[in-house]
């Protein structure tokens, strides 16, 4: 089932009311991800506000989902023992049958779920239509109610909850961020069609493309029989040779396992004979067919063959969407928010903690294309995270922040951000307000020096080419244009000089577009803008009162470094070294889970505790110079091959090989060196990427030594749907220049016409002369200087209308809409196919499908095969 989102509230709204003290916990199954945590400290914070009692259990992949149902969820159901529940899954199981994988569909058992209801928040796309348009224990089989639709509980109609539902007899329920209803109407209809349709054994043959087929077949198996088993009795007065071609019809057709039905009052002997006369087969209107030209009930194997058919079709709808490749949708934490906000509990640390799950989206490559390179243009005011929908998000977002946090009037101060600042202290010592703020895109600004916030940036590394040593001599005449010397920017930020902070953002702006860097930091012309869909581009900064001041960029990468490394990692050899175990066996994914979930703990607490966020900045720090490092010698060393579908390096040599082993750190490194090959190919191809603007993927391993396996992920390569949202500016230029074009052409008509014009006049004036002249030969000269003109019209014509064609048809290439799927990481569906085609070992527990874990040795086999798949829509 799903909710839709104007109910976002019917659920929670139902358990606030139903608790009690003897009431289970709510059970949260949360993603080890900075999304997913910040959903889980907002909706604890709703649960602890209604003395609702809950239990927080972390989830590594599918493995610790499957643990967690067969432990915890299982035991809850009220038909093994249990009082029911409900179990929130933040960021997990979208994607995969949860009442399978929980065990709350046992097989062979009528009565399902056991009063447990489970609520899905999850930003993963595809969804798994069983949860969405299923998911819900049937009612009782009576006489009127037999089919899947019929036997519905009451409020759901098509797997939408309505008003009318009543929650607690447990289910599946996902909730809608707008997706499902506005987009999976066509899937809707097929799976609603196939849990209705009978079972039926699909042995593969061709059907065939219409009923055409089946009204030869009916012929030959003798269908123009209308009286069963009495044809050989009737036929006696025709010829042989005809009865003799019709037997072997005759057989099959008394063969047929369901007879069709004899119409009672039919003229036996008169009936037969009426389907050989052709008076009868007239299609004159005066004279009706007769009782015996009923229409013919068509056989099993026709039934049989329709059925096969619409089952096939529906199939095949649902098999394309599971196929179109993974993406991402709204944010689970800005989900959560919009659940505070209906009840009415929004306030500054909900509304902080949903800023930096948005902002933590960004980071990590997580778009409507799947996890791919952020799409960027140069052309664009605007970043294309989730396209239009994120652009909104982001402004209610701002919009929020000027709601909660109005500013101060009276004071006579001017706010450093107003004067284009980045603000590095609170305003007084109880400050706690959250602000809009020109952020560049520098990594850490406030917590390291200007230098290497600069030199860490991926966004500087991809367009500066800092890897090279041309690239840090173009970083550092940047610097010297600024008139920032190297002495003072390797300075701490919040220590430099004032004078060269409040003159950064100016000389950024004067310099950048001379490095391609128009989006390095927020334009102008955003900065009185404050009303009505302003400041794009601007950041979000927090202060905790004199103790810090953070941007959500800046907590996003703190925590994510947490969840990765560890908090008290700051080399290679503090890192945790397990013992060395077999790919599929249990106690490796245990000893694995084991060591990531103190880590959730640890970020889980700096979200809330300041000292602990601060406590993290070393290990955020010491993880991005190992992906600049890293990075900087796998494009040196030119490691990166290229295969027949996509890029392809590996990590092993690396000093800080084992912290990539981790599939959130690797995704990392993967999107960092991306950027840089799709900056590389707008330079070769003049601004446009690879594979019709889709970009080339990347697939980057890293050896796992102590394992035996590579940890493998694949990325997109910067094109998808966010680029309809970036080609807005340029279509709107397109369009100036079509309207400019059509001026231009009209007046050029206008000089041709008035031209030819003037030719006319002054060869019918030549005419009249030569006439004059000679008056025997006029005729013919006038009928060839007609021709003559006729001609030249005619080229004239036809030159301008090949013109406009060509340019019509580049219009239309350009302007063409952009096919469902286009762009979509579809890495996922590839590696299952390999798996199924090869031998490889391979694991897939990762909620990310793009991540993979493969055996040392089965690596070069298994990339020999993907290389042949299709990894990008």
């Known amino acids: 089932m799903y909710l839709p989102r104007q109910l976002i509230s019917k659920l929670y709204l139902h358990l606030q009311n139903?608790?009690?003290?003897?009431?289970?916990?709510?059970?949260?199954?949360?993603a080890l991800e900075t999304d997913a945590l910040c959903a889980c400290r907002i909706l604890t914070q709703l649960l602890k506000h209604d003395y609702i009692p809950h239990k927080i259990q972390p989830v590594a992949g599918y493995s610790d989902l499957e643990r967690a149902g067969t432990e915890l969820v299982s035991p809850m159901m009220e038909t093994r023992g249990g009082a029911g529940g409900v179990v929130v899954c933040l960021g997990v199981g979208g994607m995969v049958d949860l009442g399978t994988v929980l065990g709350l569909e046992p097989e062979g058992e009528e009565n399902t779920f056991g009063g447990v209801e489970v609520w899905v928040i999850d930003s993963?796309?595809?969804?798994?239509?069983g949860n969405v348009f299923g998911g819900f224990p049937l009612e009782p089989e009576t006489e009127e109610a037999r089919t899947f639709s019929a036997r519905t509980p009451i409020g759901v109609n098509g797997g939408r909850i309505e008003r009318a539902y009543k929650p607690g007899k447990g289910g599946i329920i996902v909730m809608d961020d707008g997706d499902i209803q506005d987009e999976l109407s066509k899937e809707r209809d097929a799976y609603l069609a196939l849990v209705d349709m009978p079972e039926i054994e699909d042995d593969g043959q061709d059907l065939g493309d219409s009923d055409e087929d089946e009204s030869d077949n009916e012929e030959e198996t003798g269908?123009?029989?209308?009286?069963?088993?009495?044809?050989?009795?009737?036929?006696s007065d025709f010829d042989e040779d005809d009865d003799e071609d019709d037997r072997p019809r005759q057989r099959r057709r008394s063969n047929s396992s369901s007879p069709i039905?004899?119409?009672p009052r039919r003229p036996q002997h008169r009936g037969l004979i009426s389907l050989r006369d052709d008076a009868l087969f007239s299609s004159d209107a005066l004279e009706p067919p007769t009782a015996a030209q009923l229409p013919r009930a068509p056989s099993a194997k026709t039934l049989r063959r329709r059925l096969l058919r619409l089952r096939r079709e529906n199939e095949g709808v649902l098999r394309e969407y599971y196929r179109l490749g993974t993406s991402y949708s709204e944010p689970i934490s800005s989900m959560m928010y919009s659940l505070a906000s209906e009840l009415g509990r929004e306030d500054n640390d909900l509304l902080w903690l949903a800023i930096v799950g948005v902002t933590s989206m960004e980071l990590y490559g997580r778009s409507s294309a799947g996890i791919a390179v952020a799409a960027r243009r140069s052309d664009a005011r605007v970043s294309g995270w989730l396209g239009m929908r994120g652009a909104r998000i982001r402004q209610l977002l701002r919009d929020e922040v000027r709601r909660l946090n109005?500013?101060?009037?009276g004071n006579g101060r001017v706010l450093p951000e107003t004067t284009g600042i980045i603000p590095t202290t609170a305003r007084s010592p109880e400050d706690t307000s959250i602000r809009l703020s020109p952020e560049p895109k520098f990594l850490l600004i406030r917590h390291w020096s200007l230098y290497d916030s600069?030199?860490?940036?991926?966004?500087?590394?991809?367009?500066?080419?800092?890897?090279?040593?041309?690239g840090m001599k173009r970083l550092h005449k940047l610097l010297a244009k600024m008139g920032v010397s190297l002495v003072q920017c390797k300075q701490s930020y919040a220590h430099m000089d004032m004078m060269l902070k409040r003159e950064l953002r100016t000389k950024l702006l004067k310099y950048a577009s001379l490095y391609n860097l128009d989006e390095l930091v927020p334009t102008i012309d955003t900065d009185g803008k404050d009303r009505g869909g302003a400041k794009d581009g601007w950041g979000f900064v927090r202060s905790w009162g004199w103790r810090a001041t953070l941007s959500a960029q800046d907590v996003g990468v703190v925590v994510g470094a947490l969840l990765e490394v560890g908090k008290n990692t700051t080399s290679a050899d503090d890192l945790p070294a397990g013992p060395s175990q077999d790919l599929l066996g249990v106690d490796n994914n245990q000893s694995q889970s084991e060591e990531w979930i103190p880590r959730f703990w640890e970020a889980y607490d700096a979200l809330e505790d300041i000292e602990a966020l601060k406590a993290g900045l070393p290990t955020a720090q010491y993880l991005h110079k190992a992906i600049f490092t890293t990075g900087t010698t796998i494009l040196k060393k030119k490691q990166i091959s290229h295969l027949r579908a996509f890029r392809m390096c590996v990590v092993k040599d690396s000093p800080d090989a084992t912290l990539f082993n981790h599939p959130g750190a690797l995704t990392k490194l993967a999107l960092w060196i991306g950027e840089a090959l799709a900056e590389q190919e707008k330079e070769a191809t003049g601004g446009r990427l690879a594979h019709g603007g889709r970009g080339t993927p990347l697939v980057v391993a890293s050896l796992d030594d102590k394992r035996g396996v590579y940890v493998v992920v694949g990325t997109g390569g910067g094109g998808g749907p966010d680029t309809k949202f970036l080609d807005r500016e340029s279509a709107k230029k397109r369009a100036e220049e079509k309207e400019a074009k059509a001026k231009a052409k009209e007046a050029q008509r206008r000089i041709k016409e008035k031209i030819r014009a003037e030719k006319k006049e002054a060869k019918r004036k030549e005419k009249e002369e030569k006439k004059k002249a000679k008056s025997d030969a006029g005729g013919d000269d006038d009928e060839e200087e007609d021709n003559e003109e006729d001609s030249d019209d005619d080229s004239d014509l036809s030159d301008s209308d090949s013109d406009d064609d060509d340019e019509s048809d580049q219009d239309d290439e350009l302007d063409q809409e952009l096919e469902r799927g286009y762009g979509l990481n579809k890495f996922g569906t590839a590696f299952q196919d390999v798996v199924a085609e090869t031998n490889a070992r391979v694991r897939i527990d990762s909620f990310e499908h793009c991540v993979v874990e493969v055996k040392k040795e089965d690596l070069s086999g298994f990339l020999e095969s993907l290389s042949m798949k299709v990894v990008i829509g």
């Open 18 to 30: 139903t608790r009690h003290p003897l009431s289970p916990p709510v059970l949260i199954l949360v």
């Open 124 to 129: 993963h796309r595809p969804w798994n239509l």
């Open 223 to 235: 269908g123009t029989s209308i009286v069963a088993g009495r044809k050989r009795k009737s036929w």
């Open 261 to 263: 039905p004899e119409s």
């Open 406 to 409: 109005p500013p101060e009037i």
């Open 454 to 470: 600069m030199l860490h940036s991926p966004y500087l590394f991809s367009r500066l080419k800092t890897w090279s040593e041309a």
